[in-house]
């Protein structure tokens, strides 16, 4: 997982081109990550109608990015959900934030803080729930 702090619903929202959005989030990436525009970005997002929205699709079209398939409505295979947001919430559950830039300086350190093997084990769950999910055809996979 990587944070890359690019506001797109902001950009969808000023109905900017699918390729302008896509030079706006090359940039961000570019800033952010240097080198990585060059290796594969494989995107993975639930799919809740705005994610599958025809917009949406233009815009990842045109990043030319691999999508992850995953089912709708499956919390269980998403690692935000599973293993990324139980640890946060618990972490904010001890902050207090007076603004809006105040929480995303927070979250953002809180990204960076966590080792490498903490986001490894979530990638690690995440392909043991898919063949989890597989096996069960499908059904909830909860642990």
């Known amino acids: ?20 959005i896509s030079i706006l989030v090359r940039k ?3 800033n952010k990550r240097r080198g990585k ?3 594969k970005i494989l995107f ?5 109608r705005p994610h599958t929205a025809n917009r949406t699709r233009e815009v990842l079209n045109a990043f030319k990015w691999e999508i992850f398939p995953h089912p709708p409505y499956s919390p269980d295979l998403a690692p935000s959900n599973y293993h990324l947001f ?5 972490w904010l559950g001890t902050q207090r934030f ?13 990204f960076k803080s966590q080792a490498a093997e ?14 989890k999910c597989l096996t069960l055809f499908g059904e909830y996979v909860e642990k």
């Open 1 to 20: 997982w990587h944070t890359l702090i690019v506001n797109c619903d902001q950009l969808l929202a000023k109905n900017h081109k699918p390729i302008e």
């Open 28 to 30: 961000a990436i570019q």
């Open 37 to 39: 525009l060059s290796s």
């Open 44 to 48: 993975l997002h639930d799919n809740a």
């Open 86 to 90: 139980p640890r946060m919430k618990t």
């Open 98 to 110: 007076d603004d809006n830039a105040e929480l995303l300086a927070g979250v953002t350190d809180w």
């Open 118 to 131: 903490f986001y490894d084990s979530g990638i690690t769950k995440l392909v043991h729930r898919y063949d």
